[in-house]
């Protein structure tokens, strides 16, 4: 059973730098056959696509955040990591990573992890 | 402001069978796979229908997905009170992202 699980800093102040880490168990990061994810939620609002690396190297990311976000992988521990510079109050959220079988299809999601971004 | 349209709300009594829509356009329902995600209280998202109309294992045949155009639609039949929560679409777009819905609460009456 794939198991991915988030961890990183609940708060971060604003202009600073948010970094978040998922491990994953129970499958391999550097498999083809998945786009390993970062998807965020705001309190009480939908679900935003943030990006997506694969086989440890190809990433994408959504536009709107590009010139913020950076998604890397370290194949040897089997993490994948999450960078959002020059963060604002609207980058609270929950942030979760998941696998994805295909382009929208997320099949193992982690408990997802509350950042709050204060002074 | 999402990219994926949904209705906000939608009920139904138990025994029921209760739709929800998903508008898109060409670059995204229109062109590609459509998917659905469950999401009860305080938990992560569950994927409930992939591929436009395919269950993942585990998910019950009483929820399908369907689509037509640049339109989907995911289709509860038998409402259980346990069905109640957010439910939220979900598709690739061709300006390389993933876009969804802004959910539909369902309340199970």
């Known amino acids: 059973q794939v198991q991915l699980q988030e961890s990183g800093p609940g708060l971060v102040k604003p202009s600073e730098t948010l970094s978040l880490t998922c491990t994953v168990s129970?499958?391999?990061?550097?498999?083809?056959?998945?786009?390993w994810t970062w998807i965020r939620q705001p309190a009480g609002k939908g679900l935003e696509w943030i990006g997506r690396?694969?086989?440890?190297?190809?990433?994408n990311y959504n536009p709107s955040l590009e010139s913020r976000v950076t998604i890397s992988a370290d194949t040897s521990k089997n993490q994948f990591s999450l960078k959002l510079i020059s963060v604002t109050a609207a980058d609270t959220a929950i942030y979760y990573c998941?696998?994805?079988?295909?382009?929208?299809?997320?099949?193992?999601w982690g408990r997802g992890t509350l950042v709050t971004v204060s002074s | 402001q999402s990219v994926l349209t949904q209705p906000p709300s939608a009920s139904g009594a138990p025994g029921q069978r209760v739709t929800i829509s998903c508008s898109g356009s060409?670059?995204?329902?229109?062109?590609?796979?459509v998917c659905w995600y469950q999401q009860l209280p305080g938990t992560a998202p569950k994927l409930l229908i992939h591929?436009?109309?395919q269950r993942p294992s585990g998910v019950p045949d009483r929820f399908s997905g369907s689509k037509s155009g640049t339109s989907a639609s995911l289709a509860i039949s038998g409402l259980r009170y346990e069905d109640e929560a957010e439910y939220f679409c979900?598709?690739?777009?061709?300006?390389?992202?993933?876009?969804f819905g802004g959910g539909t609460k369902l309340t199970v009456l």
């Open positions: 998941a696998r994805a079988i295909s382009a929208s299809a997320f099949d193992f």
């Open positions: 129970g499958g391999s990061i550097s498999s083809r056959s998945y786009f």
């Open positions: 690396i694969y086989t440890g190297e190809t990433t």
């Open positions: 060409s670059i995204n329902i229109g062109h590609n796979y």
């Open positions: 591929t436009n109309d």
């Open positions: 979900a598709a690739w777009d061709d300006s390389l992202k993933g876009v």
